[in-house]
C-alpha cells in the first residue's frame, strides 16, 4: 500500500498545498464555465468565481497551516450567495477575515 506524507506540490517555484490546488482547479473550471456561459444548478458561477479569487487573495496572507478556518468561511460565503446579493457576501467575507485576524484565530 502506498501512503503518502508530503501535502504539498510544487510547480517550479510555487508550492500549493491540497486546499490550494483545489481552489485552483476550481477557478479554472469555474472561468471555462463563465467563458462557455454554461449555468449551475441555484449558483451564479460569476460570483463563485468573484468568491475564489478573493480566496486566493486572502490566502496569500495567511500561512498554509492556519488555513482552514478561512476555508470554512469560503465555503459559507458560497452558501450565503444563494441567500443574499454579492455585496453583501464580500462585506461579510471580509469582516470575517478581519475578525479572524483580530481574534488571532488565524
Not at 478556518?69 to 454579492?86: A, D, G, Q
Request: glycine content about 2%; some cysteine; proline content about 3%.
Amino acid at each position: 500500500m502506498l501512503h503518502v506524507t508530503c501535502y504539498m506540490f510544487n510547480l517550479g517555484r510555487f508550492y500549493f498545498s491540497k486546499k490550494e490546488l483545489f481552489l485552483l482547479l476550481s477557478a479554472l473550471m469555474l472561468g471555462l464555465i463563465v467563458y462557455l456561459k454554461y449555468s449551475i444548478s441555484f449558483f451564479d458561477p460569476l460570483k463563485l468565481l468573484i468568491l475564489t479569487i478573493f480566496t486566493f487573495l486572502a490566502k496569500g496572507f495567511i500561512s498554509t497551516i492556519n488555513d482552514t478556518p478561512l476555508l470554512l468561511v469560503f465555503l459559507i460565503s458560497i452558501f450565503l450567495t444563494l441567500y443574499y446579493p454579492l455585496f453583501q457576501v464580500i462585506i461579510f467575507y471580509f469582516l470575517s477575515f478581519f475578525f479572524l485576524k483580530f481574534f488571532k484565530a488565524i
